[in-house]
């Protein structure tokens, strides 16, 4: 409404209409053109939570990382001589590079992603055999602890998921993930996609 020497005036959009007799609304007046900083500042609070949805993922999945304290079981101490699993194997056995038994149950260690026994290609078949060597080898040398997480202490296929280290004199733990990438030729593994070995 506007008011103009007294009289209130209405104003009535009306229709307009073109030459060949279409009805078209009245033109709307264009929307006023935001900056780059405005626009990021409207949009931090939309990013920060896909960051932390993304975050939080990541820590749940299974096989992908330690878990916290609070979610960790007690730590179980294994002490045995590693064979490899097949004709003649014994009670402890390993399976491949990341992938382990304990009697009948496997044991996934956490964190890693090894080549396949099962390769695609000599170059996977080499570095499934040196990966599984490296992991009987540290098995091999003493007692180790293993713990789980409580929420999910298991993959999707059905193998126990264990970080698993050993405690140095000095009361550091040596993880047998992080020797696995250096040693045995592992890859992290943040859960997800996993690449080929050839």
């Known amino acids: 409404m506007k008011e103009r020497m007294g009289r209130i005036l209405r104003f009535t959009p009306k229709w307009r209409r073109p030459a060949r007799g279409r009805r078209v609304r009245p033109a709307r ?31 749940a999945l299974p096989g992908v990382m330690p878990a916290p304290a609070f979610l960790s079981s007690e730590p179980q101490v294994i002490e045995g001589r590693f064979t490899r699993c097949g004709r003649g194997r014994g009670y402890y056995c390993v399976i491949d590079g990341d992938t382990f038994k304990l009697g ?86 943040w859960g997800g996609f996993r690449g080929g070995w050839c």
Not at 33 to 38: Q, V
Not at 118 to 132: G, H, L, V
């Open 29 to 59: 007046f264009a929307k006023r053109r935001t900056s780059w900083r405005a626009a990021w500042v409207s949009m931090r609070p939309a990013i920060l939570l896909i960051v932390l949805a993304s975050m939080a993922y990541i820590v």
């Open 104 to 189: 009948k149950t496997s044991v996934r260690v956490v964190g890693i992603d090894t080549a396949e026994r099962d390769a695609q290609c000599p170059a996977e078949a080499a570095q499934a055999e040196a990966s599984t060597q490296a992991l009987q080898r540290w098995l091999n040398r003493g007692t180790f602890r293993m713990t789980a997480r409580l929420d999910e202490p298991t993959d999707r296929y059905g193998r126990a998921l264990r970080t698993i280290y050993r405690l140095r004199p000095d009361g550091s733990e040596d993880a047998l993930a992080d020797y696995m990438q250096s040693e045995g030729g592992a890859r992290g593994y």
